[in-house]
């Protein structure tokens, strides 16, 4: 379950490698950052490595652009239907949920980056290693074409059982360390981005770091902090409510509530 320990590039390194990637052809995924035990959270604050995926269809937006930030599990992809505890490490077992590709085809296809943010407490949990993370996540765009533009995932749970990764992090939602860590590689605009997710802690993320926020499913009767700007049932919905509120803003109406 080790793996290679990550390339480290500077964040001006990454930024000139996400200008490169605007080359139509092949676009190399943004960097998978892989937060390590041993990270102080100084210059640089991860350990970072390349990983190239599928060509994509199109050419990723400039700097300063939207982003959908994208829960992972029971999101994009079926997780509780595939595992008994909820830790997904299997590639082979990663099925996008009815509606997935297509919304997010509609999506980029208005511009929008797609990040994916996801906890992975398993690997704290000592279920499956990073590399099975990085294989997951490699599946999941293999299934969607090269659209996602970057990964961010947190392997750190405070009540873990592998001791290099069992404490709280800022990475962990409902933290916002993801989405900002990839809002400041990629130069995106937080407060016209989104997050979409399951979870009431994946909107909780979205909010503390400024974007809009929609939770799939059904709004928790306890929601005491006004995280939740949408609730809609899936992902189709989704994309169509974000697509429908960025017609809104670029005609300067008033966000729906
Ligand atoms: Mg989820």
Same mark, same amino acid.
Not at 63 to 83: H, K, Q, Y
């Given at each position: 379950?080790?793996?290679?320990?990550?390339?480290?590039?500077?964040?001006?390194?990454?930024?000139?490698?996400?200008?490169? !990637?605007?080359?139509?052809?092949?676009?190399?995924?943004?960097?998978?950052?892989?937060?390590?035990?041993?990270?102080?959270?100084?210059?640089?604050?991860?350990?970072?490595?390349?990983?190239?995926?599928?060509?994509?269809?199109? /050419?990723?937006?400039?700097?300063?652009?939207?982003?959908?930030?994208?829960?992972?599990?029971?999101?994009?992809?079926?997780?509780?239907?595939?595992?008994?505890?909820?830790?997904?490490?299997? /590639?082979?077992?990663?099925?996008?949920?009815?509606?997935?590709?297509? !919304?997010?085809?509609?999506?980029?296809?208005?511009?929008?980056?797609?990040?994916?943010?996801?906890?992975?407490?398993?690997?704290?949990?000592?279920?499956?290693?990073?590399?099975?993370?990085?294989?997951?996540? %490699?599946?999941?765009?293999?299934?969607?074409?090269?659209?996602?533009? !970057?990964?961010?995932?947190?392997?750190?749970?405070?009540?873990?059982?592998?001791?290099?990764?069992?404490?709280?992090?800022?990475?962990?939602?409902?933290?916002?360390?993801?989405?900002?860590?990839? !809002?400041?590689?990629?130069?995106?605009?937080?407060?016209?981005?989104?997050?979409?997710?399951?979870?009431?802690?994946?909107?909780? %993320?979205?909010?503390?770091?400024?974007?809009?926020?929609?939770?799939?499913?059904? %709004?928790?009767?306890?929601?005491?902090?006004?995280?939740?700007?949408?609730?809609?049932?899936?992902?189709?919905?989704?994309?169509?409510?974000?697509?429908?509120?960025?017609?809104?803003?670029?005609?300067?109406?008033?966000?729906?509530?």
């Amino acid at each position: 379950m080790t793996s290679p320990l990550p390339r480290v590039c500077s964040t001006t390194e990454l930024r000139w490698r996400t200008r490169r !990637a605007t080359a139509p052809s092949l676009r190399r995924a943004e960097t998978v950052h892989r937060p390590l035990a041993t990270d102080n959270q100084t210059d640089p604050p991860y350990p970072r490595h390349m990983q190239s995926t599928t060509p994509s269809p199109s /050419p990723p937006p400039p700097p300063g652009s939207a982003a959908v930030f994208l829960d992972r599990d029971d999101t994009l992809i079926r997780c509780n239907d595939v595992t008994t505890d909820g830790d997904l490490g299997d /590639p082979a077992l990663v099925e996008l949920l009815p509606g997935v590709r297509a !919304a997010c085809e509609s999506l980029v296809g208005d511009g929008l980056m797609l990040v994916v943010v996801s906890n992975q407490g398993g690997v704290a949990r000592g279920k499956y290693g990073c590399d099975a993370v990085d294989a997951v996540n %490699a599946r999941l765009n293999e299934l969607l074409g090269g659209l996602i533009t !970057a990964f961010r995932y947190c392997p750190y749970h405070p009540k873990g059982s592998v001791r290099s990764f069992t404490r709280e992090h800022p990475w962990r939602k409902p933290a916002p360390g993801m989405l900002l860590d990839a !809002a400041d590689a990629l130069g995106l605009d937080l407060s016209a981005s989104w997050m979409v997710g399951d979870k009431l802690r994946d909107c909780q %993320a979205g909010r503390s770091a400024g974007c809009r926020t929609v939770l799939l499913g059904t %709004a928790p009767r306890d929601e005491a902090d006004n995280a939740i700007d949408f609730v809609v049932p899936d992902m189709t919905v989704a994309a169509g409510l974000i697509l429908r509120e960025r017609t809104r803003r670029a005609h300067g109406e008033t966000p729906s509530t």
